[in-house]
């Protein structure tokens, strides 16, 4: 996924006055939560509603019109593929309680869904179900849809994302030389919001340098230090690598015949540059056929000038190794559960709570064609802004990054809340 575009980015606040931060407000990585084991297929544990520790609401931007379900364009056409199996461990990230942190994008509350998590557990639907009367049933009964407005607009663009595979090895030799990082030991991540309440949920990322902290460094600077960050693998292609840290995560089929997920771990904090930019702007591409494929052909004429065009980019993200206990499970997006392929969306969670249900109709990708179905609010993303505004996660490998490069198409959402709950919160 764009996790490079979907972390909290480098907020360009004077270093020097944070230095006496750096002891009590730092980190290695992002959430803690989206790092914790998780099994797709273990049964679904709710815990007491009492367990639940009461936070303040959190005012939502958009305004939110009850309707029925028979108002929802498209309902009876959605196949319910996956849509169980993603229904029922959303469930799980919406049973965690609620940290009352200020620094987490704002999410549904578990208090609200217990009932509805408790009757998902309690109903006997296998979690692989795909049968669509028994599962629609459910949410019928269980669920309202509330369209998601702003001042009269209700459309917004809905865009793509995925999960790259790409090749690698274990050791560097042959064609494996590119390095994809896991998070430097001198890495500080400080989340302004512990010291300053108006900067909730920013944080910067930098490094010590005597009693000072400092902006960390650049890639290039990465690339050229003695003391460089642990290797987890080497790929085979300097573009492969550049646009695996732009989605943020990707599965490697390693040299050895078996395949891992590096995972969005954390970053260093600088922004990010398009290549793709840089290429037009040296005459060397035009910008409308700068992608992927064209940047590749680039780079294999040009192999003295790669590091040239990649070092304009300052970002670099860093990675955790990650099992693929399921096929389904894609990687984890912001609100720590694993994706699954064409059921799961970033959004604007000024808008949408995490962990909302939704119902969303758009087009498929350069048509007309309707794709209309429920997904689940399970990410989210610096450039999805705004009511309605969404990304769609197509899945794993080049079909699914082919869909998601071609994504631009106009679309609604609704909410599916807890029916006795009322109107949508967050907290």
Not at 279 to 296: H, R, S, V
Request: hydrophobic share 40%; proline share 9%; aromatic share 8%.
């Amino acid at each position: 996924m764009k996790n490079s575009q979907k972390r909290t980015p480098f907020w360009p606040v004077a270093l020097a006055t944070l230095a006496l931060m750096a002891g009590c407000a730092t980190q290695k990585a992002g959430d803690p939560a989206s790092q914790a084991p998780f099994s797709m297929t273990a049964p679904l544990s709710v815990p007491d509603i009492s367990t639940f520790a009461a936070t303040p609401a959190r005012p939502l931007a958009g305004q939110y019109h009850q309707v029925n379900w028979s108002s929802l364009p498209g309902w009876n056409q959605d196949d319910a593929r996956h849509l169980w199996l993603t229904f029922y461990n959303n469930c799980r990230g919406l049973m965690r309680p609620v940290s009352g942190s200020k620094t987490m994008p704002a999410r549904a509350t578990p208090a609200v869904w217990q009932p509805v998590c408790q009757a998902a557990a309690q109903s006997g639907i296998d979690p692989h179900s795909d049968d669509a009367a028994t599962v629609k049933a459910f949410l019928e009964q269980h669920l309202q849809p509330w369209q998601v407005t702003e001042n009269g607009k209700s459309s917004n663009t809905v865009t793509g994302y995925y999960e790259p595979v790409v090749h690698g090895s274990r050791s560097q030799g042959g064609r494996y030389q590119w390095p994809m990082y896991a998070v430097p030991d001198d890495l500080l991540t400080i989340d302004l919001g512990q010291q300053y309440p108006e900067l909730a949920g920013k944080r910067i990322r930098g490094k010590l340098s005597g009693n000072s902290v400092v902006p960390y460094d650049t890639r290039s600077q990465i690339g050229q230090r003695d003391s460089k960050p642990p290797v987890i693998v080497w790929l085979d292609d300097p573009v492969e690598a550049f646009f695996l840290q732009v989605q943020g995560s990707g599965r490697v089929r390693l040299d050895d015949g078996s395949t891992i997920r590096l995972a969005y771990a954390n970053h260093n904090g600088r922004p990010y540059s398009s290549i793709g930019k840089w290429l037009a702007d040296k005459g060397e591409l035009p910008l409308a056929q700068a992608n992927m494929q064209n940047i590749k052909a680039w780079a294999k004429a040009n192999p003295d000038r790669i590091d040239e065009m990649l070092n304009i980019n300052q970002a670099m993200v860093f990675f955790r190794e990650e099992a693929l206990p399921d096929e389904a499970a894609g990687p984890k997006g912001a609100y720590g559960i694993p994706l699954v392929a064409e059921r799961s969306v970033a959004v604007d969670p000024a808008y949408v709570p995490l962990g909302s249900p939704l119902f969303l109709a758009t087009t498929r990708p350069h048509s007309k064609q309707p794709m209309q179905r429920v997904v689940f609010a399970q990410d989210t993303g610096a450039a999805i802004k705004g009511v309605a505004r969404t990304d769609f996660f197509w899945g794993s490998g080049d079909a699914a990054g082919e869909l998601a490069g071609r994504m631009k198409q106009p679309g609604q959402i609704w909410i599916l809340w807890p029916r006795a709950a009322g109107a949508p919160e967050a907290r």
